[in-house]
């Protein structure tokens, strides 16, 4: 492939609703440039973009693929990017590098959830669109419906539609398309335009009108000659339209019948034509050294990359997918990690297409390559001249809300599961994992079950770590409800030196913090230097938990009295019996077992306000209020987390989708009786068992 420079580049991202047939779109393209022999398939598990085993075997998208093509010697990088929800973090990291996006609507389905999703994110980082209206040749393909459909939702989101084509018949008659701008009919593959059948005349004409109309507001010269004559030419259509694709002002509609490649020439050459280069999009905003510094996507600046993507391969090892803001890249280069404050040798440059690899030695500004195995670089990070350091913001991610605990399947994953979940979450900006010290489990977070799914399987086959996974614990804590006095004395002889330790000791509820730990001796009873043990031995107490098995907090402890003996005593024993004297004066101060209580904002279309609001309440959910805004509603509402652990799945459930939330830890609050009760048999009956071992 030859040098492309930043005039001739274009990064469009394929967005849609799974199954919409963005894989099927990118499949044809790739067929009609040359780019590959034959059209591969998604269920063959034969497509260039779906090449990893997980999506072989799943028949969808799991991973954003870049598909560079040349047309018009011109350089197409195509983000195909996953449909399904669980999977939109690699959406928003292509949409995040891309120029303009093409949103695919099915003819059938019409407007779905993902098609929202993406038009929402398209919207974010505020990227020029084309909508395509595909499968045209399936059954039920009804093109005038779902454009109505797609109207509809454009204009609630203050966008205007115009049709650029139109088709030629539906369903299985489904021929070709008609280019309104050329105004010319294209059959099939449509390598060779031709004119409009007699029957497509008329509506193809009056439908341009409207066209020309939205042209003629690119330029005020072009609306005065509109408006004088009623007619433009292809040049001036061409040259007004892309102004207002381009600014957004008009999101224009096509058809197509991808699957058999039926529409693939025109759309090309829209893409060529109307959607911009690097260079005619806005400048990128970083952090300089002396604050805020533009970049322009030019070869004479300076050097900056972002990481959008990083993957692990079996054989090639590391694999980074930047972009380059600004400045050009030469293989071998070194480049500095402003993120991480390393020093990265570029070497191995080069453009993937699907499992293909194309070496290269040089990268232009605003294109896309890859370069394999730096050291340290992640997802996010930005690279650069270490003597003009920048550092670019990384774009928004939806908080993972749906969590597992997981554990090793062997001893050898056991030493290897943390760097390994590091490695995932790097690789995958919708991915945490945290050691929840309240429950001892290690917790993977995600956007939902397929999500956690396809990085368990990941660990196993791109790092050979064996993972399985559970419903997570509630991280419950237990606390005192009112004041409370215990002794104990650790007594134990066994021949030589004994054992010795008595105290006296006063708890009561402490709101002001965690733990106080206090005295109020007097007299020679006790001596002030077996104070640390004891508070050692009660806070070994507090952080196993004393009655249900969590961390106890909030108590303040006073040690008032105890006895020593002038030969046995020594501090393990006092740190026994000061634990002890806890337990017992714990089980004394009215014990309560708190749960966190979240915070929750779920937004939900105003039709399913009322069930969401009616389910909360089933969560012991206190509603606070709610929020209107265009044809949806926030309901916010305190909500205990043990009632949110698979709330991702049910609110998808009852919102067809459509419906999201997040949440936040906003206070502990006491668990009622009936449920506490069978928390605290559990822990009883596992101390027991472990008490036979």
Same mark, same amino acid.
């Given at each position: 492939?030859?040098?492309?420079?930043?005039?001739?580049?274009?990064?469009?991202?394929?967005?849609?609703?799974?199954?919409?047939?963005?894989?099927?779109?990118?499949?044809?393209?790739?067929?009609?440039?040359?780019?590959?022999?034959?059209?591969?398939?998604?269920?063959?598990?034969?497509?260039?973009?779906?090449?990893?085993?997980?999506?072989?075997?799943?028949?969808?998208?799991?991973?954003?693929?870049?598909?560079?093509?040349?047309?018009?010697?011109?350089?197409?990088?195509?983000?195909?990017?996953?449909?399904?929800?669980?999977?939109?973090?690699?959406?928003?990291?292509?949409?995040?590098?891309?120029?303009?996006?093409?949103?695919? /609507?099915?003819?059938?389905?019409?407007?779905?959830?993902?098609?929202?999703?993406?038009?929402?994110?398209?919207?974010?980082?505020?990227?020029?669109?084309?909508?395509?209206?595909?499968?045209?040749?399936?059954?039920?393909?009804?093109?005038?419906?779902?454009?109505?459909?797609?109207?509809?939702?454009?204009?609630?989101?203050?966008?205007?539609?115009?049709?650029?084509?139109?088709?030629?018949?539906?369903?299985?008659?489904?021929?070709?398309?008609?280019?309104?701008?050329?105004?010319?009919?294209?059959?099939?593959?449509?390598?060779?335009?031709?004119?409009?059948?007699?029957?497509?005349?008329?509506?193809?004409?009056?439908?341009?009108?409207?066209?020309?109309?939205?042209?003629?507001?690119?330029?005020? %010269?072009?609306?005065?000659?509109?408006?004088?004559?009623?007619?433009?030419?292809?040049?001036?259509?061409?040259?007004?339209?892309?102004?207002?694709?381009?600014?957004?002002?008009?999101?224009?509609?096509?058809? %197509?019948?991808?699957?058999?490649?039926?529409?693939?020439?025109?759309?090309?050459?829209?893409?060529?034509?109307?959607?911009?280069?690097?260079?005619?999009?806005? &400048?990128?905003?970083?952090?300089?050294?002396?604050?805020? &510094?533009?970049?322009?996507?030019?070869?004479?600046?300076?050097?900056?990359?972002?990481?959008?993507?990083?993957?692990?391969?079996?054989?090639?090892?590391?694999?980074?997918?930047?972009?380059?803001?600004?400045?050009?890249?030469?293989?071998?280069?070194?480049?500095?990690?402003?993120?991480?404050? *390393?020093?990265?040798?570029?070497?191995?440059?080069?453009?993937?297409?699907?499992?293909?690899?194309?070496?290269?030695?040089?990268?232009?500004?605003?294109?896309?390559?890859? *370069?394999?195995?730096?050291?340290?670089?992640?997802?996010?990070?930005?690279?650069?001249?270490?003597?003009?350091?920048?550092?670019?913001?990384?774009?928004?991610?939806?908080?993972?809300?749906?969590?597992?605990?997981?554990?090793?399947?062997?001893?050898?994953?056991?030493?290897?599961?943390?760097?390994?979940?590091?490695?995932?979450?790097?690789?995958?900006?919708?991915?945490?994992?945290?050691?929840?010290?309240?429950?001892?489990?290690?917790?993977?977070?995600?956007?939902?079950?397929?999500? $956690?799914?396809?990085? $368990?399987?990941?660990?196993?086959?791109?790092?050979?770590?064996?993972?399985?996974?559970?419903?997570?614990?509630?991280?419950?804590?237990?606390?005192?409800?009112? #004041?409370?006095?215990?002794?104990?004395?650790?007594?134990?002889? %066994?021949?030589?030196?004994?054992?010795?330790?008595?105290?006296?000791?006063?708890?009561?509820?402490?709101?002001?913090?965690?733990?106080?730990?206090?005295?109020?001796? /007097?007299?020679?009873?006790? %001596?002030?230097?077996?104070?640390?043990?004891?508070?050692?031995?009660?806070?070994?107490?507090?952080?196993?938990?004393?009655?249900?098995?969590?961390?106890?907090?909030?108590?303040?402890?006073?040690?008032?009295?105890? #006895?020593?003996?002038? /030969?046995?005593?020594? =501090?393990?024993?006092?740190?026994?019996?000061?634990?002890?004297?806890?337990?017992?004066?714990?089980?004394?101060?009215? =014990?309560?077992?708190?749960?966190?209580?979240?915070?929750?904002?779920?937004?939900?279309?105003?039709?399913?306000?009322?069930?969401?609001?009616?389910?909360?309440?089933?969560?012991?959910?206190?509603?606070?209020?709610?929020?209107?805004?265009?044809?949806?509603?926030?309901?916010?509402?305190?909500?205990?987390?043990?009632?949110?652990?698979?709330?991702?799945? &049910?609110?998808?459930?009852?919102?067809?989708?459509?419906?999201?939330?997040?949440?936040?830890?906003?206070?502990?609050?006491?668990?009622?009786?009936?449920?506490?009760?069978?928390?605290?048999?559990?822990?009883?009956?596992?101390?027991?068992?472990?008490?036979?071992?």
């Amino acid at each position: 492939m030859k040098e492309y420079t930043t005039d001739t580049l274009r990064n469009i991202a394929l967005v849609a609703h799974g199954g919409a047939g963005k894989t099927m779109m990118a499949e044809a393209f790739l067929h009609f440039t040359g780019a590959s022999t034959r059209v591969g398939k998604v269920e063959d598990g034969t497509s260039v973009s779906d090449y990893d085993e997980e999506e072989i075997r799943r028949k969808i998208s799991l991973y954003t693929s870049v598909l560079p093509l040349e047309y018009r010697d011109h350089k197409i990088n195509l983000l195909d990017a996953p449909g399904f929800s669980d999977f939109v973090g690699e959406m928003i990291a292509a949409l995040s590098v891309a120029d303009a996006a093409i949103l695919l /609507v099915d003819s059938v389905a019409g407007v779905e959830v993902g098609t929202e999703l993406a038009w929402n994110y398209a919207d974010q980082f505020n990227l020029p669109r084309f909508v395509i209206i595909n499968k045209m040749d399936r059954e039920n393909a009804n093109f005038e419906k779902t454009y109505a459909m797609v109207e509809d939702f454009a204009h609630k989101a203050g966008k205007r539609l115009v049709k650029v084509q139109l088709p030629m018949g539906e369903k299985l008659e489904f021929q070709g398309v008609i280019d309104l701008i050329k105004m010319k009919a294209y059959a099939g593959e449509g390598k060779t335009p031709g004119e409009i059948p007699a029957q497509y005349k008329g509506p193809a004409e009056e439908t341009r009108m409207a066209l020309m109309e939205a042209a003629a507001e690119g330029e005020d %010269s072009l609306l005065e000659k509109y408006l004088e004559s009623g007619e433009l030419t292809e040049e001036e259509l061409l040259r007004g339209f892309k102004k207002v694709v381009q600014d957004g002002s008009f999101v224009p509609v096509f058809v %197509s019948a991808a699957g058999h490649g039926k529409g693939v020439a025109a759309l090309l050459d829209a893409m060529v034509d109307l959607l911009p280069s690097p260079a005619e999009r806005p &400048e990128v905003v970083a952090k300089g050294k002396s604050g805020e &510094e533009k970049l322009s996507p030019v070869d004479s600046g300076p050097a900056a990359l972002y990481v959008w993507k990083t993957t692990a391969d079996p054989f090639v090892g590391k694999m980074t997918y930047f972009k380059v803001l600004s400045g050009t890249l030469a293989a071998d280069s070194h480049l500095w990690n402003q993120t991480k404050s *390393v020093d990265e040798r570029m070497g191995g440059l080069h453009l993937q297409r699907g499992k293909e690899q194309i070496a290269i030695k040089n990268v232009h500004a605003g294109d896309i390559a890859v *370069v394999s195995k730096l050291s340290v670089t992640a997802t996010g990070d930005t690279l650069c001249d270490k003597n003009h350091p920048l550092t670019v913001d990384v774009p928004k991610f939806p908080s993972p809300l749906f969590q597992v605990a997981v554990y090793p399947k062997t001893q050898a994953d056991a030493a290897k599961i943390s760097p390994t979940l590091t490695r995932l979450c790097e690789e995958d900006l919708t991915l945490t994992w945290h050691s929840e010290h309240a429950t001892g489990q290690t917790i993977l977070a995600g956007m939902g079950d397929q999500h $956690i799914d396809a990085a $368990i399987r990941r660990a196993q086959s791109k790092f050979q770590v064996g993972l399985t996974i559970a419903e997570p614990k509630v991280p419950y804590r237990e606390g005192i409800t009112r #004041k409370a006095s215990a002794q104990y004395r650790h007594k134990k002889q %066994s021949g030589g030196s004994g054992q010795f330790g008595e105290v006296h000791l006063r708890i009561e509820p402490y709101t002001e913090g965690d733990f106080e730990f206090t005295d109020e001796l /007097v007299g020679m009873n006790l %001596s002030k230097s077996y104070l640390p043990p004891i508070e050692k031995g009660i806070r070994a107490a507090m952080d196993r938990g004393v009655f249900a098995g969590y961390p106890l907090s909030n108590v303040r402890v006073i040690v008032y009295d105890g #006895k020593e003996h002038p /030969v046995d005593s020594k =501090p393990v024993a006092f740190e026994t019996a000061g634990r002890e004297a806890f337990k017992l004066a714990v089980h004394d101060a009215g =014990p309560v077992l708190f749960e966190p209580i979240m915070s929750v904002r779920v937004v939900v279309p105003d039709t399913n306000m009322g069930d969401v609001m009616g389910d909360l309440n089933t969560r012991r959910g206190r509603v606070q209020g709610t929020e209107s805004e265009r044809g949806s509603t926030t309901v916010i509402a305190h909500v205990p987390l043990a009632e949110m652990l698979r709330y991702t799945t &049910e609110l998808r459930s009852i919102t067809g989708g459509r419906g999201y939330f997040s949440m936040d830890l906003d206070h502990y609050d006491i668990v009622p009786t009936h449920l506490a009760q069978p928390i605290m048999e559990a822990h009883k009956k596992e101390m027991e068992a472990k008490k036979e071992e």
